[in-house]
């Protein structure tokens, strides 16, 4: 049975993702087109490519999520270093190594761009601050001037996974417009900075209901894979403006998209618990990322089996259609 799938945020804890994914593989269920945000962007970059969960699995435990906090040894400098590089870069970490690695296992399936995937496969969630809204990857590059087709994917999941001040913004440059200053034509440059797609939002399970919608394709359940769980009763410590930042950001998106998550919508989507693990934890033990694995596989599992033994179907929002059989 096909479905399409959509991947929340949640930073490290994205390895609970591939749990579930590892799941639906074992009931038959596989995946038509995919979309996530930040790190639901990752895992659904590597389905469209092919990946299978057991061999995400192994490519996310493979590398540190340290490894990721990149920045040259300047910037290292206590309390000085840090400070300067927000200042002068917008973040604390670059964002370049998440990057690299994401294209490094893209190119492994021989895929690039989003002209190497079908239409459509994918879709990648952004925010555009500079204009304040979301962007939904590749379509919504259009409006940059960008070739949508031309996009590379590691840059779109670079884009969605953009932790503002913690990672680099990515800036897209334009200079369509020209002006005169001076009696000499010169071109007149916008500066776009988007970041994380979880600013706006962090479980984009509204995604594919206008495709449902359409009526060009045949109408399909959308899975939703969403982690929950926060952590426990113990207050985060803010001791400067990049830990209250920090704070404010994960209470964000512990709370993002909950008015959207109604009842029809929670019947399709597969939660997975969390275990008390925070988005920016890169210090993650192997573990640590094991037992979240296990979490997304039972959520996922217990969520498909528990769809067969009640009527086997899934609803089909945006749709008027009944509901699709699963099994």
Known sequence: MKVN???????VKGISLVGAVRAAELNGVSFHKVAGTSSGGIVAALLATGYTAEEMKRAIQAVPFTSFLRRSRFFNVRFIGPAVRLLLKKGLYSGDALE????GLLAAKNVRTFADLPLGKLRIIASDITNGKILVLPDGIAEYGIDPLRLEIAKAVRMSASIPYFFDPVILLQSNRHRYFKRRRKAEV????????????NFPLWVFDRDNDSGKEPPLP??????????????????????MFQAMFETMLNAHDERYIEEHNRIRTIKIATLGVGTADFSLSPEMSEKLYESGLEAGDRFFKQC???????????SSSPQIRLK
């Open 190 to 201: 916008k500066s776009t900075y988007i970041v994380d797609g979880g600013l706006l939002s």
């Open 100 to 103: 690299e690695w994401v294209r």
């Open 308 to 318: 067969d033994r009640q009527t086997g179907t899934l609803p089909v929002a945006g």
């Open 5 to 11: 799938g959509v991947f929340e945020g949640g930073g």
């Open 222 to 243: 959308v899975v939703g894979f969403q982690m929950v769980g926060r952590r426990d009763a113990k207050a985060r410590r803010i001791g400067g403006p990049i830990s």
